[in-house]
């Protein structure tokens, strides 16, 4: 028995808001059956014979630990019991207490003497002590209120539904009035007529906020008043109830509070006519001492119920109820909980708790039920991550939407061309910036000497940028016309950087080629990246090119210098393979902002008619996306986008459309992601398609699956792995066999040039030379390229190898 | 390795005792041992034996045993190397023709004995085989020259250690590093969280004692080179001194050997070119791997300037060599180490034979390259052998296969 018990009270205290019954072991439920089965047969075959439901006999049998006679003994005098209630209320005199209906040697089981270990606190413990008992309206709005009246340890029988016990009643009366006497014990032992107190304390608690366990005795209130009649108590403190509702005996100490005590139920309207055996056996009993702290502690005191009337048991010295001042008003009644679930419920909704207890006897315990069942409801908030897909038909909304074109420029050019420089300038003409920002920059440039770059640190944020002056990494920004929304992409210029280019140009609609007009500096870029990016570009699917022809101040606008740099660039740029009439050149100056927003005043310029950088920029025809293939996005950038959005991810993308609470696929982990929600150039939106720069905030998956470079798809339309691919390539280079680097927007991997199939003809494309050994620059050839590790590539994607910090060959997969 | 015993015969079968002293020494190893041939070397086998009441009882013995190659299987990383085959000796526990896996240990001798079969089996102690085992036992203890490399780009580091005759790919470091974005700082944040855990790997791989009281030991660091492209080479030693001057004061001693130098990517192969940077050659002058990676530009640069003086390819290459062209004043035969360890025979004679035809009949000069060094590796791409011709030769179409 002891050990099933141990077994059991780890349950509770682990289980706490659990059904103990369910988290049962199978073991101690086999027990639990056979305990079951012996109650029932004895039940049965005993005298006189009494059925219980099955329900009934593993209560008792739970609350004497299995223990079989005790369990039969309970149900008996509950049995007993219901019957005689059955004929005392409608009568409403007191009980006649008999024999057969009392537990033979304890009132109360011994082993609800002893306190639950894990209720036990010491609040509780020093919960009669006056010295710290707040009057309950001062305190009400403090306390915690439980979800449920707990119900108590030996009480809620099934027949006792919805009622709260008397005793409960009780204890929850004496509680307040306690705090009632704390605030009125000076003026009542002053005065010398307590009495007279007695209709003031009662009406208080009507005016103070419920407490808890005063809500408790308000639900008993009914039946309390007839219960009271037939069985009015008195309690074991100088405390009587304050509900007016049932009358309580405030035993004190002191004689003299006794004599008053015999007055009071005088003054009381309802009060229960006491009759004259009562109020004796109280004075006699009342004489003793309050009980100590301790006694308290043991038996629950303040909550434990007194004998009011003599019972056949009264005598009995032996009893311990007796011994710490307890009295029986009848024979206990086991369908209210018994005194420790009072001292339990009162100290469980004092933290708030849910007793194991009312769990175990929801289903006996209609009301309660109720509340447990709105308990658990509230208790059931999903905690998994679910987002609910709209189900837009983003396409049609897209045509809805009406939205202004959108367009992305890359800006390329050789290193110090003066790219950000001059993309700083635009946006701060175009007020993309505030002035406030500006300033700041210039300040802080000028600090440390580089009066110069403050425009460009409108798009040089990184810390290294700046200490450097030099653009590293991509830098988005976006600004507005009338007609179109631009969306900058400033690539940095410095050779080093050309992957970080090559991830820029590919989210381009158009380029932007600046050039730098200074005397030799133009020279060095045309050898430089500016022949480089522009043919990458240019390789990379670009088919409009603006030329800006920068820094035109220092050399004095000189129109002789303009021509010479457009006719090399033209020249060069139609080998290239752009068109003329998608080439035009503005000349200009980043630094002063002549020609960019606004059309220079400087007479020098007074020569060139043509449009100004922005105009240019407008004039471009908007680029047509593939909105109903499947759905393709490099990642560019993975990072924190905020506390709520601790995953986001960045990108351009090429191909399709999606929706918020979409399920996507990373390529290559192959691993599934949510899109909980997104953004549209920094704007919130549902939806996003092909063209537009976007962010998406992801949830269930783990950030090491994401890197930059990798590709979003769905998982009904997946990209492929591949170690292998076929290209057919424009050789920049001589290309051999070798180790190469594959840049394909953000995506770049090592491999290599196994196998080189054949040089093409550049227009025809038909094969000149099979299996050549080595491709002259300028010619076009199919390679096959293998790679260590697959990576998310398709036909038709355009991929540049690069090998040595050179760009060697671009061109398409086949 | 050292040479314990040699009794190489005329005919070219022998015995040879060797004891390898270090890690590359197994990558001789390695390249010595080919199947058909018998070793023998200490090993532990485990035995089970069945009493007569039913019981069995299994025993770890040490025996000597003499097996038949019939496999290899080497770690590069960890430098170990499996050699399974046949057991040709009998002893007290094993029988004859039971299967064995030697695993070649650090300072204990093995013998390798080479047959030549009257019927061709077999190739024995060819002229490449004692070329390798002169190389192994290179008792100058000129190849000390080692250095440890650190290739690396944002969010991509890799550590390797450059040794006389191959490239060990220690660790890779690959993490997400936040790109810049308007207002966020967390791009710095992530670079300096990938210096830290490339500096901790690295340490870790160096087996550098970081404690304080190593900062007066004698023990000597190997040079240390720092490539990337842009600035994270130079961000990632920035961290190394300020890490240095803070928390780990035995970084110290590492500092003087740092070089950094330029590449072109984060990837392997940009480690031909961090060799040849005139920084990393002061160092590092006249290793074999800066020989074989001058080399391998020469031929690039020949093939590149179209001169038709270079070729690449096993069919060129042997036509080449059959036109007289690899001759002396120039010509130069590159072979990959990796075709001598084909598993087929035949396969390794033809390479073999062409090799000794060069050298002995047309008096060109023969350069076997590493298959473990980055140069070796580009020289793989290309069919791993290709030649340096001493007069233009006009190809031929080579469609036939």
Known sequence: MSRHRVKNMSYDEEDYEDDGYDSQDPEEQEYLQQCTQEVLTQLQTGQPSIAATREEVQEALWHYYNDVDKSVNFLRSKRAKELQKKQSVPAAAPPKPKGQTVPEYYPIPPSSLSPHPAHFSAADFFRDSPWLNVPAHRKAEILVESLYPRLGLLGGAPEAAGKVSKLAALAAARKK??????????????????????????????????????????????????????????LGKASHSGAGS???????????????????????EKTIAIDEGEIAQSAASNIRA???????????????????????????????????????????????????????????????????????????D?????????????????????????????????????????????????????????????????KAIDPRTLDKYKREAEKIGKGSFALAWVLDQGSEERARGVTIDIAMNKFETDKTVFTIVDSPGHRDFVPNMIAGASQADFAVLVIDSGTGNFESGLKGQTKEHALLARSLGVQRVIVAVNKMDSVNWSKDRFEEIEQQISGFLTTAGFQAKKISFVPCSGISGDNV????????????????????????????????KPLRMTIGDVFRGSVQNPLSISGRIDAGSLQMGDQILTMPSGEKATIRSLEVDGEPSDWAVAGQNVVLNLVNIDPIHLRSGDVICRASAPIANITSFTAKVLAFDHLMPSMVDIHRGRLH??????????????????????????????????????????????????VVLRSGGETVAAGLLE | MKLIKNKIERNGSGTVTLCPEEPEDMWHAYNLIRPGDILQARAIRRITSTQETGSTSTARV??????????????????????????????????????????????????????????????????????????????????????????????????????????????KVEMSVPRKRHGGGDHDKGMSKFYQVTLDTLLRQMEFNTSSTSLSSTETVRPLLLASPGFVAAGFHKYIQSVASTTTPALKRLLPSIIVVHSASGYLHSLSEVLQSPAVKAVLADT???????????????????????????????????????????????????LFRSQDVAERKRWVSLVDRVRDVEGGEVRVLSSDHESGRRLDGLGGVAALLTFPIIEEDMDSD
């Open chain 1, 177 to 234: 009035k306690e705090g009632d006497k704390g605030a009125s014990a000076n003026t009542s032992t002053m005065s010398g007529f307590p009495s007279g107190q007695a209709p003031t304390s009662t009406s208080e608690p009507n005016v103070a906020p419920l407490s808890l366990r005063e809500r408790l005795a308000a639900n008993g209130k009914q039946q309390k008043r007839s219960d009271g009649l037939q069985s009015p108590r008195t």
């Open chain 1, 246 to 268: 049932v009358s309580l005996k405030v035993p004190s100490p002191e004689p003299q509070k006794l004599e008053s005590l015999s007055d009071k139920p005088v003054d009381e």
């Open chain 1, 290 to 364: 309050p009980p100590s702290t301790f006694a308290s502690t043991i038996v629950g005191d303040t909550t434990q119920p007194r004998m009011a009337e003599p019972s056949h048991l009264y005598s009995n010295t032996l009893d311990l109820m007796k011994i710490y001042g307890q009295d029986l008003a009848e024979p206990f009644d086991f369908t209210g909980p018994s005194p420790d679930d009072v001292v339990l419920n009162a100290q469980n909704s004092a933290k708030g708790m849910k007793s194991k207890q009312t769990a175990a006897k929801a289903a006996g």
């Open chain 1, 366 to 430: 209609k009301k309660p039920q109720g509340d447990l069942a709105t308990g658990m409801s509230n208790l059931n908030v999903g905690e998994k991550v679910n987002i609910k897909s709209k189900n837009l038909d983003v396409l049609s909304e897209y045509h809805k939407s009406n939205r202004k074109n959108a367009m992305n420029f890359a800006v390329i050019g050789h290193v110090d061309a003066g790219k950000s420089t001059l993309m700083g300038r635009l946006l701060a003409d175009l």
């Open chain 1, 597 to 628: 927003n606004r059309r220079s005043e400087d007479p020098n310029v007074s020569w060139y008619k043509g449009n100004t950088l922005v105009e240019e920029l407008e004039k471009t025809e908007p680029y047509i996306h593939a909105l109903d």
């Open chain 1, 749 to 798: 991997m090592p491999g290599r040039i196994s196998k080189m199939v054949a040089t093409l003809d550049k227009s025809s494309g038909a094969v000149v030379k099979k299996r050549p050994k080595i491709v002259a620059p300028g010619n076009v050839a199919r390679i096959v390229v293998e790679m260590d590790h697959a990576v998310p590539l398709e036909a038709p994607t355009r």
């Open chain 2, 62 to 171: 040490q025996l000597m045993l003499r097996i038949r190659v019939k496999n290899l299987d080497f770690d590069p990383q960890s430098s170990q190397l499996h050699v399974g085959g046949q057991i040709m000796n009998e002893t007290d526990h094993t029988k004859i023709g039971q299967h064995h896996t030697l695993d070649l240990e650090l300072n204990r001798n093995f013998t390798l004995e080479k047959e030549t079969g009257s019927d061709g089996e077999g190739v024995g102690w060819d002229s490449i085989a004692i070329e390798m085992l002169k190389d192994a036992v290179d008792e100058g203890g000129k190849r000390r020259a080692e250095a440890v490399a650190v290739v690396m780009q944002e969010g991509l580091a890799h550590i390797c250690f450059i040794g006389q005759f191959r490239t060990i790919l220690k660790q």
């Open chain 2, 288 to 338: 074999k791997y800066a020989r074989e990676t001058k080399l391998m530009d020469d031929f690039m640069e020949q093939l590149r300037k179209e001169t038709n003086k270079a070729t690449y390819g096993p069919r060129e290459v042997e036509s080449a060599v059959d036109q007289g062209a690899v001759g002396p004043g120039g010509g130069v035969l590159i072979v990959s180490n990796r």
